[in-house]
């Protein structure tokens, strides 16, 4: 059990940091689109292309909307908020199942 427990520790650190990228990425996503990034620059073409991938299945939830002339991206802000609960659920079921997670 010693040995799950360690895997364990490590393999919960990993989740939580896989999380932090991916909600970091989406959050970048979100206030580049909020400021109307040039959508055809290297580095924000990269940045959609990427995160596209991880707000697919979010995207019929809410529509985007219009604040005055700035988007707000409400499809990858739901995004955010179900990796971070999808996070909170795995961890709670490892936890059920091995008591040392």
Same mark, same amino acid.
């Given at each position: 059990m010693?040995l799950?427990?360690?895997f *364990? *520790?490590?393999? /919960?650190?990993?989740?939580g /940091?896989?999380?932090?990228?991916l909600? *970091?990425?989406?959050?970048? /996503? #979100?206030v580049?689109?909020?400021?109307?990034?040039?959508?055809?620059? !290297?580095?924000?073409?990269?940045? &959609?292309?990427?995160?596209n991938f991880?707000i697919g299945p979010?995207?019929s #939830?809410?529509p985007?909307?219009?604040?005055?002339? /700035?988007?707000v991206?409400?499809v990858?802000i739901?995004a955010?908020?179900? &990796?971070?609960i999808? &996070?909170w659920?795995?961890v709670?079921v !490892?936890?059920? #199942?091995?008591r040392?997670?």
């Amino acid at each position: 059990m010693l040995l799950f427990s360690r895997f *364990g *520790g490590w393999f /919960r650190r990993f989740l939580g /940091r896989v999380l932090m990228l991916l909600e *970091g990425l989406l959050i970048l /996503r #979100i206030v580049l689109q909020f400021f109307d990034a040039n959508a055809s620059a !290297l580095v924000v073409k990269f940045l &959609y292309g990427v995160t596209n991938f991880f707000i697919g299945p979010f995207q019929s #939830i809410f529509p985007n909307f219009l604040w005055g002339s /700035r988007l707000v991206d409400l499809v990858a802000i739901s995004a955010v908020a179900g &990796y971070l609960i999808l &996070y909170w659920l795995a961890v709670a079921v !490892l936890r059920a #199942i091995f008591r040392d997670f």
